[in-house]
């Protein structure tokens, strides 16, 4: 495909995502039914479309309208590109500008400018402050990708190495020890040897750095509440000699666990509700939450324009109501480790106040606040601990 080609394909699949349809599936439909285009072409197309959708707000206001043309011509814009030299209209490529799309001059608010829903801009300044507008145009950009290596299985050196001879180079990354970021080869890490024999997972950095905070019981079980596809309760499992427990509201997002888990060599055991009840209380019970993903928002760019006041007060509803159901499951002494990958300070430190405020015999023991500016995801983590 033309590199005008792919962006007329994106604009058809921006089209489908602005009239409500998931980003992901209209492009799975549309790789389906167009087998000319190759691994690079469906690669690029892909990162059109996210791009566009990450930058959804500044690229309508640069292009003239909220289209998927519009947002097109308008993502070029924001990468200095002239829409002239690739909307040419020949072969199949988007027709060329109209006059009109031509002489548009962008005015950009500064909530244009940064892709800030208007609705929750008090709520993001409150909750940033002086980071407001660094963290706004750190979340514009596409996210790096993180493997953690498996302790259990490797050294860092170690990992570095066999990746190396698979053509996929890293680099050691600050937020955590066993954090490596991606620099070449992201496309082959699934097909690696250190990925099929448990010597790395896929796993932001900051997620990883939160991980390193929790504090482990010296035995015992560990319960992992919300436990999703299990990439909080791996990293547990690395520096952890017991058993973890894995429960999700939804068990089919447990799935991949067992596979993971056998991979990385680590005792992490998917169970139900009525397993749970019956193991309790557990020393430490990890509440890693369902929240807004404001925080990852360069990983997840639709959750930004997805979320809105009443999906916001269901989420913290939510939390709320999880925090109190693990304070019943954990032992005396016990902690909980609640965590979610949100800048805002509605889900993080207003739920630690509301937890504190409504639960006597707690204490918070520990707060840690990772910006999305440190490379990762924004997290955050509270440790409550049981007073004795
Ligand atoms: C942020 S994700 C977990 C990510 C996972 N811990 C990881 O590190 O990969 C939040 C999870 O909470 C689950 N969840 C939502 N409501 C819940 C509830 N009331 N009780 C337990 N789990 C819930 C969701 O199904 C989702 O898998």
Redesign the pocket.
């Known amino acids: 495909m033309t590199p005008g080609a792919r962006l007329a394909a994106a604009a058809e699949i921006l089209d489908r995502y602005l009239a409500g349809e998931p980003a992901e599936r209209v492009l799975t439909t549309w790789a389906r039914r167009s087998r000319f285009a190759g691994s690079g072409d469906r690669a690029a197309v892909r990162d059109h479309v996210f791009d566009a959708i990450r930058r959804r707000r500044s690229a309508a206001a640069a292009g003239g309208e909220e289209s998927g043309r519009g947002l097109v011509i308008g993502l070029l814009r924001l990468q200095g590109r002239d829409p002239d030299d690739v909307l040419t209209g020949q072969g199949h490529s988007l027709p060329a500008l109209t006059a009109v799309e031509r002489q548009h001059v962008p005015q950009m608010s500064e909530l244009d400018r940064l892709d800030c829903p208007g609705w929750l801009e008090d709520d993001l300044r409150g909750s940033l402050g002086a980071e407001f507008v660094p963290v706004l145009e750190g979340l514009q950009r596409r996210a790096d990708v993180f493997l953690r290596v498996n302790s259990a299985r490797g050294t860092l050196e170690e990992a570095r190495a066999a990746l190396g001879d698979e053509g996929i180079e890293t680099e050691p990354h600050s937020l955590s020890p066993t954090a490596l970021r991606v620099l070449s080869g992201a496309r082959k890490v699934h097909a690696s040897a250190a990925y099929r024999d448990g010597l790395v997972e896929l796993?932001d950095a900051a997620?990883q750095a939160v991980s390193d905070q929790i504090p482990l019981p010296a035995s015992g079980v560990v319960l992992?509440?919300?436990?999703?596809?299990?990439?909080?309760?791996l990293?547990l499992a690395a520096r952890f000699d017991g058993e973890i427990l894995a429960?999700?509201?939804?068990p089919r997002?447990?799935k991949d666990i067992p596979q993971r888990a056998s991979r990385a060599g680590a005792q992490v055991q998917a169970a139900t509700p009525d397993e749970v009840e019956r193991r309790a209380p557990y020393g430490l019970v990890?509440?890693?939450?369902?929240?807004s993903?404001s925080g990852a928002w360069r990983r997840q760019p639709e959750a930004r324009w997805r979320l809105d006041r009443a999906a916001l007060d269901d989420l913290r509803e939510?939390q709320a109501?999880?925090l109190d159901?693990v304070a019943t499951l954990t032992g005396p002494e016990g902690a909980i480790a609640y965590?979610?990958?949100s800048i805002l300070r509605q889900e993080n430190e207003d739920q630690v106040a509301r937890f504190l405020r409504d639960h006597d015999g707690w204490n918070v023991e520990q707060r840690y606040r990772v910006s999305p500016l440190a490379g990762g995801d924004g997290f955050f983590l509270a440790v409550f601990r049981r007073k004795a």
């Open positions: 796993q997620s992992d509440y919300c436990a999703g596809g299990g990439g909080k309760a990293a429960h999700d509201a939804d997002r447990m990890v509440a890693d939450v369902p929240c993903g939510t109501g999880i159901r965590i979610t990958c």
